[in-house]
């Protein structure tokens, strides 16, 4: 109906913009929703040791070079479990919506071979993979109630021991990343047709009254290459670094599926072409129907995936005692904005401005003489999120995070354990979608608080 075609341009794009919004928490994941704990090891190391990596394959993620340190065919299999836990509190109401209380998985997978002066390996992990998921009853479900990013890359890698204190190493990723965002629609923010910018609000409909339920997925395959050195200065000091380089994804294949939710409510005065008494549920039916407004449509779009260099050592203590140090730099200010064409909106731009990151990682294990080892780290990073952009999407912000864990030999099986405790400062964002662009923080109207517990195994076979 003619009436309704103001949803073409106002309610898709906003609907697209967010949606999209969630495909940003991919790139963003490397801090706020990566995850780095690729082997429960470097784990319970928090993450340290660029310049010594774990002898389990891991070394294809951490540090290329340092399969060619043991120079050892080796196997291992593991996985960690993340409990994310969080809240949204309104500064206004004091209402507090809490996130749901899931645990998700992440695997890992490594093999390596030896071969002359070189070793081959190939790893299968997931460094993007946790889900940012509230009630649909969330009171920032209209920006977002679950957004997903899953990841399944597969590296092939090559390190080769220049001398007896100088090793290099490069792997090839290849990826495939799907996403998911779900939210939903609040009638009340929707315009009124010939109303002259009045929403349905003026119409006494209440705010949060949902109408819609979107879902837009969509995936993306990219290939990349992960670098890295290690050299050997002496019995007791390493040095070692890596290089991912930056990519983009191309997500051609978005899908946006809707659903219409019932609201009972009718019109309580006569609109354009509309008499008063109309049920509106009956009114914005046909814009679900495909083809129409709110039916599925796609999407596409390109994402930065920023590169990234990691720098640090490793010292001999004693014969028992090993310490780790490393320094983490993420080239978030890439994103500037984000571009979204769709088959049906015009163009919509979202801004980004996010900043870079820096990180470091502390760790250590002391090994007894029956070859148990004890392992603990602290690692902290800084937030590329911008204030303006905290969403329940992305509710990012300066974290610590604290480690142990211990392995565990059984002949030549070793079992490592790790438990991980992350504490993200708290951080003013909102959860509210007005559409403004560039968004500012006078638009924050709450506090989120978020922590997570995180808990890895893996085993590892030496041949």
Request: hydrophobic share 45%; aromatic share 10%; proline share 7%.
């Amino acid at each position: 109906m003619k009436s309704l075609r103001f949803l073409r341009s106002v309610a898709v794009p906003a609907v697209l913009a967010a949606g999209l919004c969630g495909l940003v928490a991919a790139p963003a994941a490397a801090q706020g929703y990566g995850l780095y704990e690729q082997g429960a090891c470097m784990m319970a190391r928090a993450g340290a040791g660029v310049a010594a990596p774990c002898s389990d394959g891991s070394a294809i993620f951490y540090n290329p070079a340092g399969l060619a340190l043991d120079g050892r065919a080796e196997a291992s299999l593991g996985g960690t479990a993340i409990a994310p836990r969080g809240t949204f509190t309104n500064d206004s109401t004091s209402r507090v919506s809490t996130l749901s209380p899931n645990t998700y998985f992440a695997p890992t997978i490594y093999a390596a071979m030896p071969w002359h002066r070189a070793v081959v390996g190939l790893g299968l992990f997931a460094p993007y993979g946790l889900t940012s998921e509230w009630p649909t009853t969330a009171e920032g479900r209209f920006v977002g109630y679950k957004s997903s990013v899953k990841s399944f890359y597969i590296q092939p890698t090559f390190a080769f021991r220049a001398t007896d204190r100088v090793m290099f190493g490069v792997g090839l990723d290849i990826t495939h990343m799907s996403v998911e965002l779900n939210r939903r629609l609040d009638l009340s923010s929707l315009p009124i047709p010939g109303a002259g910018g009045l929403t349905f609000a003026a119409l006494g409909v209440p705010q949060g009254t949902d109408f819609a339920d979107l879902s837009l997925t969509g995936s993306g395959n990219h290939a990349g290459a992960h670098v890295g050195f290690l050299i050997k200065a002496n019995k007791q000091w390493s040095f070692g670094g890596r290089y991912l380089f930056r990519q983009t994804v191309s997500v051609s294949n978005g899908e946006l599926a809707t659903r219409q939710i019932a609201t009972g409510l009718r019109t309580p005065v006569p609109l354009p072409g509309v008499p008063a008494g109309t049920p509106i549920d009956a009114l914005l039916a046909s814009e679900f129907g495909a083809g129409a407004v709110l039916g599925p449509q796609t999407a596409t779009t390109s994402l930065p995936l920023p590169d990234q260099l990691v720098l640090g050592g490793a010292y001999q203590a004693s014969k028992e005692l090993r310490l780790f140090v490393d320094y983490q730099f993420t080239h978030w200010s890439l994103f500037k904005q984000l571009v979204i064409t769709n088959a049906v909106a015009p163009a919509t731009v979202l801004y980004g401005n996010w900043k870079d990151t820096h990180g470091v990682r502390i760790g250590g294990e002391y090994t007894l003489p029956d070859r148990v080892v004890f392992r603990a780290g602290f690692d902290a990073h800084t937030a590329a999120e911008p204030d303006q952009s905290v969403t329940p999407i992305l509710p990012e912000a300066p974290r610590r995070e604290v480690a142990a864990g211990v392995g565990v030999p059984i002949g030549s099986l070793r079992v490592d354990f790790a438990y991980m405790y992350v504490h993200q400062s708290d951080r003013a964002g909102r959860s509210i979608d007005t559409g403004a662009i560039p968004p500012t923080v006078a638009l924050n109207n709450g506090l989120y608080h978020y922590y997570a517990n995180l808990f890895g195994v893996s085993l590892v076979l030496g041949f």
